[in-house]
């Protein structure tokens, strides 16, 4: 007789903030973000089972942050030895409860507390929660001698944030250099920015192209971003059925998230470049 448990194990990341497809996930955050209150440190958030089984969660913590490479691809780096050492609230952080089972449409609150040292800088700290959750199956029952029993376990990881202002933060923006290049009917513009202030701008950015005749908008962009140090902010269009002409981008980063309340974001003034582009 032989038994196997087999485990399967997918990761969801939120960059910053994103919604999670219930098909996939098992459990579902709420709000994906998560602030503590810059006064008492505390906050909380809420993990709620919409499925028809019971699952087992639970959670952990790692300083990382949204980056981007030279292409302005978007990783989470873990690697940051030096930026963990000045802005890492998990060895500040505690978290209650962190494993629990959670039945089918149940919710269960989490408690976070952030205790950091008097002599802390001021800033803004953070880390990143990762919550794991994995269905609740019961043991493989008897099989005959020879014959083996095969139970498969998926387990889901969604990876958010958590983070806190302490004391006087500032955020800013300076933007480098903007570049767009077509190619094969897809224009792709890339601004290289970097933030400036104690903390990370956490907002939006917002692309129009207009004509170059009436200054007319042709098409529009907008997502959510963050610039945690520098990054470069990559976006693209088709253009294929633009007629020939010079036309401009002009590139806007706001202070406004629809995922996140203005409350929590460090309001400045909207930041804007333009760059100009052929298609011939």
Known sequence: MMKRSIRVLFIVLLYSACS???????????????FLDSNSKVGSFFVSNPSNNAVEVRLSFEF???????????????????AESRFSLQPHLRAFPTTFVLQPGARQTIRLIGRLPQTTEPGMYWTRMRVSSNQVTPPIGEVAEGQVAAQVSFQIDQVTAVLVHHGVVSTGLEIHQSQASVEEGRLTILTDVERTGNAPFIGSVRTRLLSQANQ????ERRSSTSVYFRSNQRVEFDVSSLAPGTYTAVTTFESSRNDISSQNLIQIPDVTTRTTFIIE
């Open 64 to 82: 990382a942050y949204p980056a981007t490479d030279e292409t302005g691809r978007v990783f989470l780096n873990y690697e940051d030895e030096e």
């Open 216 to 219: 007319q908008i042709i098409d």
């Open 20 to 34: 999670f497809t219930q098909g996939l996930a098992q459990v579902t955050i709420s709000p994906t973000a998560v």
